[in-house]
């Protein structure tokens, strides 16, 4: 299978910033996206941003500005600089791979990371 290994939370200032990274690693054929979701105390999980293969990104409206996705896809890593930070920005942030293919079959498969503690003061 795969695994999605995430690295670079914390504890900031508002206005501060922060480097959110993941690798992936295991049996991967091919991954066309990766991206990161958040998830606050009481919230659904959200889509941040996402990136493709081919370098197609898409940002929730509410960090667009302030937030870039970067990729290796060589590495299969993903990094998410997190500039100007909010309150608001407080959650818990996964990985996610998806779709992820494992072998040359047509199938695909979703992956998310453990996620990672991100809790901006004010």
């Known amino acids: 299978q795969v695994q999605l290994v995430e690295s670079g939370g914390g504890l900031v200032q508002a206005g501060g910033s922060l480097r959110l990274s993941c690798a992936a690693s295991?049996?991967?054929?091919?991954?066309?996206?990766m991206g990161w979701y958040r998830q606050a105390p009481g919230k659904q999980r959200e889509l941040v941003a996402r990136?493709?293969?081919?370098?197609?990104?898409n940002y929730a409206g509410s960090v667009k500005g302030r937030f870039t996705i970067s990729r290796d896809n060589a590495k299969n890593t993903v990094t998410l600089q997190m500039n100007s930070l909010k309150p608001e920005d407080t959650a818990v942030y996964y990985c996610?791979?998806?779709?992820?293919?494992?072998?040359?079959?047509?199938?695909?498969?979703?992956?998310w990371g453990q996620g990672t503690q991100v809790t901006v003061s004010s």
């Open positions: 996610n791979a998806d779709p992820v293919r494992i072998d040359p079959t047509p199938r695909t498969y979703q992956f």
């Open positions: 295991g049996s991967i054929f091919s991954i066309n996206a």
């Open positions: 990136i493709t293969s081919a370098g197609v990104t």
